[in-house]
């Protein structure tokens, strides 16, 4: 798999996340759950995921960003580095109880954690690992049909 499709499935796979937590009948709500400054939404996502409004946000927007970074090699790669980055310090966060809500905003706590830790380290390969394409192919893709530079 290509950087680039990584970039293009993941970006739809959140944005399909973000779209799912917004739909009542897929969320059930909370038991027993750390409290959260921001309740909106608040539940677990087909029973096992802790969302809340600000969390589906946070989902489309990395969704937005995949889709949209789908476009260059490099903006894929650099896609890849950042969700390896941000997710990577997501599920070292929900080890500690004090962080496992985000500050009381947005909710990183039990299968969350194993989930971020996944995506991180397929994020990881994708965007610090996966071998780069050669000068030829990335200069053909910053060149437009016909071989003129538009800048």
Do not use: C
Not at 22 to 28: D, E, H, K, T
Not at 34 to 58: R, T
Not at 126 to 131: D, L, N, P, T, V
Not at 138 to 144: A, C, D, K, L
């Amino acid at each position: 798999m290509s950087v680039r499709l990584f970039a293009l499935i993941s970006g739809v796979v959140y944005l399909l996340v973000g779209i799912l937590g917004f739909i009542p009948g897929l969320v059930a709500l909370p038991t027993t759950a750390p409290d959260l400054a921001v309740e909106a939404g608040y539940g677990y996502l087909l029973g096992i995921f802790p969302i809340n409004v600000l969390h589906n946000i946070v989902h489309l927007a990395v969704g937005f960003w995949g889709v949209l970074s789908y476009r260059s090699y490099s903006g894929s790669r650099n896609y890849s580095k950042g969700l390896a980055i941000f997710y990577g310090l997501l599920t070292i966060m929900g080890f500690f109880p004090v962080l496992q809500t985000t500050f009381g905003l947005i909710p990183i706590f039990g299968h969350d954690i194993w989930l971020h830790a996944l995506t991180a380290l397929i994020a990881a390969y994708f965007g610090f690992m996966a071998k780069g394409r050669s000068s030829v192919a990335q200069e053909h893709e910053r060149t437009p049909v016909g071989g003129r530079d538009r800048y």
